[in-house]
């Protein structure tokens, strides 16, 4: 069983950043994909961006197109931790972020992941 807590979130304005950060309490599976899902009041929860330790050590990342060139998703080399880093938010970007886990490649569907962390708010204000 993989425990995932996350922390970050908050209050910003428009144009401002936060990080948010995810640490994995272990791995399964040869590839292991670590990401997160963003959901707004009255929405389908919806993927944001992944990142996959493949067996061959080269990392494999994933962006909604509504986030590129804004948000990075990076990960410690050290533990199974991954950060998303979101700079130029916008008030769209407003919702419950939640970080997910797989054995396995990164899909779209939060259906397919199996392990979930409690959610952080983020609010970005016009």
């Known amino acids: 069983q993989v425990q995932l807590v996350e922390s970050g979130g908050g209050l910003v304005q428009t144009g401002e950043s936060l990080r948010l950060s995810c640490a994995a309490s272990g791995r399964s599976g040869n590839r292991f994909t670590m990401g997160w899902f963003r959901q707004a009041p009255g929405k389908e929860r919806e993927l944001v961006a992944t990142l996959t330790w493949n067996w061959n050590g080269v990392d494999s990342t994933y962006y909604a197109d509504s986030v590129k060139g804004r948000f990075t998703i990076s990960r410690d080399n050290a533990k199974y931790m991954v950060s998303l880093q979101m700079n130029s938010l916008k008030p769209e970007d407003t919702a419950i972020y939640y970080c997910?886990?797989?054995?396995?490649?990164?899909?779209?569907?939060?259906?397919?992941?199996?392990?979930w962390g409690q959610g952080t708010q983020v609010t970005v204000s016009s």
């Open positions: 997910a886990a797989r054995g396995n490649i990164a899909t779209a569907r939060s259906s397919d992941y199996d392990y």
